[in-house]
T-cell receptor
Framework: GEDVEQSLFLSVREGDSSVINCTYT??????LYWYKQEPGAGLQLLTY???NMDMKQDQRLTVLLNKKDKHLSLRIADTQTGDSAIYFC????????????WGAGTKLIIKP | NAGVTQTPKFRVLKTGQSMTLLCAQD?????MYWYRQDPGMGLRLIHY???????AKGEVPDGYNVSRLKKQNFLLGLESAAPSQTSVYFC???????????????FGPGTRLTVT
């Protein structure tokens, strides 16, 4: 069945780059999303990529999409303490009937 | 622009009690969603609505009911709460269908519900 997988934790030093990975199973997915959840808050859309793109850059964020391997990554350059959060990836398969398929989230821990 | 708001923020219920969670959005979005978030799991869709007066079941609808009498509001009801419904509940809305342009979802801050 459809599934989205992410590592549960990632620890990086402040100032380094963070790379959060996600694998998905449905090759018909149209959009893939990255959301950020800060402690005690709702999810905030960070960025998204359309399935016909390989890369999207938005300031410190770079999204890479490898359709052959069904692999999505989010790179955060110059990671800051404010980037501490849980990052969720989600896909929307073409026949999903409005239902996003969500990963379990990756908790990004920043070391000083 | 408040975006998506949810009330209440926290609630403790005893098994068998009922309650209603209220979601409101001021972005004139057609689509609204209720999710639950449990530790170590992705969000799971409970019910959704594609417009005023419409509702549909998501992945985990059992034990919940919803209503969308006004475009800006989406209510989630628990008729007889069970400990398995202890969770954080999120409401979201979107301008258009997921998978289409402007289909990204905007989330409320969540309601933490504990059923004892």
């Amino acid at each position: 069945g459809e599934d989205v997988e992410q590592s549960l934790f990632l620890s990086v030093r402040e100032g380094d780059s963070s790379v959060i990975n996600c694998t998905y199973t449905d090759s018909s997915s149209t959009y893939l999303y990255w959301y950020k959840q800060e402690p005690g808050a709702g999810l905030q859309l960070l960025t998204y990529i359309f399935s016909n793109m390989d890369m999207k850059q938005d300031q410190r964020l770079t999204v890479l999409l490898n359709k052959k391997d069904k692999h999505l990554s989010l790179r955060i350059a110059d990671t800051q303490t404010g980037d501490s959060a849980i990052y969720f990836c989600a896909e929307i398969p073409m026949d999903s009937n409005y239902q996003l398929i969500w990963g379990a989230g990756t908790k990004l821990i920043i070391k000083p | 622009n408040a975006g998506v708001t949810q009330t209440p923020k926290f609630r403790v219920l005893k098994t068998g009690q009922s309650m209603t969670l209220l979601c409101a959005q001021d972005m004139n979005h057609e689509y609204m969603y209720w999710y639950r978030q449990d530790p170590g799991m992705g969000l799971r869709l409970i019910h959704y609505s594609v417009g005023e007066g419409t509702t549909a079941k998501g992945e985990v609808p059992d034990g919940y009911n919803v209503s969308r009498l006004k475009k800006q509001n989406f209510l989630l009801g628990l008729e007889s709460a069970a400990p398995s419904q202890t969770s954080v509940y999120f409401c979201a809305s979107s301008y258009s269908t997921p998978g289409q342009p402007r289909g990204e979802q905007y989330f409320g801050p969540g309601t933490r519900l504990t059923v004892t």
